[in-house]
């Protein structure tokens, strides 16, 4: 299968090659040509398959120049660090489910790509017989940093550094992060939000003196944020995987469609369940859920994307994003995959801090997806209640999840069965878990992930308490306009 850029669609390239490269050379992001479907016959095989089997499988869909072999041991490789179940399925209800995407080495659900990015990413060297070492640079709202620099750590031939905004991720999740071992690995905070994180790391990648001065020190760059399609494919995998278990347990029948509902700041999780839905999965709704950073909602529903709007800074800062970059894979399927007109909306987004589609494009979207948003105190209001019907703990992002799928049954009463797609253990957030629960306020990140435990019984990972003794690595702040600098110094 062959790949072409969002911007231009003279291009095409192999998937090995779109994993390695992150991003076209233009800015476009890379998609396949065509989006391979699932047959009842792969349906009958994959219900048989454990979660690795099914990963190496999907990914084979697109993945075609490797074999199933070749693929199910990169599976194995991430997956078999997960435990029993790398994503299990929660019945709460007759009509709502929760799929934990959080039970892997980092505790997000960014470890169902970033465990496996790395293998794919050799797989795909090898297979072009590229030399080079890799710099991996990531941008990160609080998850994907951590993830990225676990899955990379000590990986031959390869550097990954991670910036994220110095005051806009949770206390554990920064943390994680700057206590990171490896002897590959870098970590900066930046002065600004997330926006100003990834719009500096992608001028870099496009910067041809950055470009130039890393391949003088044998060095290419690739990304790990989800505009690598090594990044998302894997994801495409958890909501295929979903819709068999609860096959295969009976809880839907063949055929029978079902939500997703998934919070959303980057537009890449959701995007991939865009993807499960085109190969043929029963999807009936994609609903969108936003915290007050709210673009995406409007989006959907105006038609306009407009980024001249208060930034906020609330407890599910992984959604503190006003520039949502997968969208872009997007508007170029509902642009009937026309390069020219994507690149000029971004463009425009960039230039003028706006961009509309048309009232077709809205109308398409419309019947893939309900968008919604949660403010705070939807957000707290929504675990507390949660917890008390359920005694079942939200983190923050799976809050507001749970909370416009309330409101979407309020404007759908006779709405299909949702899986809600949760996305990290409340531990990584456990003051404002707890304050959320019990109304109590522990200033203390550690005391209050044991007052958590007593509280709720969920088991306490020895990865967030061992955090409180782990020796600080990286502490140095810059400003965005020191990004290049970095870069080619920690590539020397």
Known sequence: MLYTSTRDKTKKISGASAIVSG?????????????????????????EMDYCERAAYIMNLYLTEFSFEQLLACAKKAYLQFGEDAAPIVKIDKKLFMLELWHGPTLAFKDMALTVLPHLLSLSKQHLNIKDKTLILVATSGDTGKAALEGFKDVDDTKICVFYPSDGVSNMQKLQMITQEGKNVNVFGIKGNFDDCQNSVKQTFNDSKVIENLKSKGYSMSSANSINWGRLLPQIVYYISAYLDMLGEEQISEGEKIN???????????????????MGLPIDKLICASNSNNVLTDFFRKGEYNIKRPFFKTISPSMDILISSNLERLLFYLS?????LTSERINALYSEGRYHITDEERGKAKQLFYAN?????????????FFDEYSYPLDPHTGVAVSVYNKYKKDYEKSAKTVIISTASPYKFPQDVLFSITGDYCGDSFRSAKKLYKKTALDLPEKIMELKTKPQRFKQII?????????LKFAD
């Open 23 to 47: 991003i076209s050379d233009e800015g476009g992001l890379f998609v396949p040509q065509s989006i391979p479907k699932l047959s009842g016959g792969d349906i009958k095989k994959l219900l």
């Open 373 to 385: 948003y949660s403010d705070e105190d939807d957000s707290i209001e929504t675990i507390q209640d």
């Open 260 to 278: 997703f509902c998934v919070p959303t700041g980057n537009f890449g999780n959701i995007l991939a369940g865009y993807y499960a839905k085109q």
């Open 336 to 340: 009937e995959q026309d390069d020219k």
């Open 479 to 487: 400003s965005t306009d020191e990004v290049n600098e970095t870069v």
